[in-house]
Nanobody, 119 residues
Framework: QVQLVESGGGLVQPGESLTLSCRASGVIFGLHNVGWYRQVPGQQRELVASVSAVHRTFYRDSVKGRFTISRDNAKSTLYLEMNSLKPEDTAAYYC?????????????WGQGTQVTISS
């Protein structure tokens, strides 16, 4: 079965940095599109950044220039380097992998890791 485990969340002050990691198992990691999402209570989960199997990246406007998504296929690990953090970045962050099996698209999620930016 496909499993994703996030780590690296925590409490930091505005302007500080944090790097999240997501280790995948049960899947050939390098074949699939992966991404980071975040969710604030009461709101919909939103895409923060993604990187495709062919290494194309996407960032939502609010994190461009501050966040960097990367992947290490040999380690089956996805990273999100977050710099110049702002209070509005506070959310539960989830990694996601898109898997197409038997002609059908499926998504798998990690358990989430909380990131809180506060003074």
């Amino acid at each position: 079965q496909v499993q994703l485990v996030e780590s690296g969340g925590g409490l930091v002050q505005p302007g500080e940095s944090l790097t999240l990691s997501c280790r995948a198992s049960g899947v050939i990691f390098g074949l699939h599109n992966v991404g980071w999402y975040r969710q604030v209570p009461g709101q919909q989960r939103e895409l923060v950044a993604s990187v495709s199997a062919v290494h194309r990246t996407f960032y939502r406007d609010s994190v461009k220039g501050r966040f960097t998504i990367s992947r290490d296929n040999a380690k089956s690990t996805l990273y999100l380097e977050m710099n110049s953090l702002k209070p509005e970045d506070t959310a539960a962050y989830y990694c996601n992998i898109e898997v197409i099996m038997s002609g059908r698209r499926e998504e798998y999620w990690g358990q989430g890791t909380q990131v809180t930016i506060s003074s």
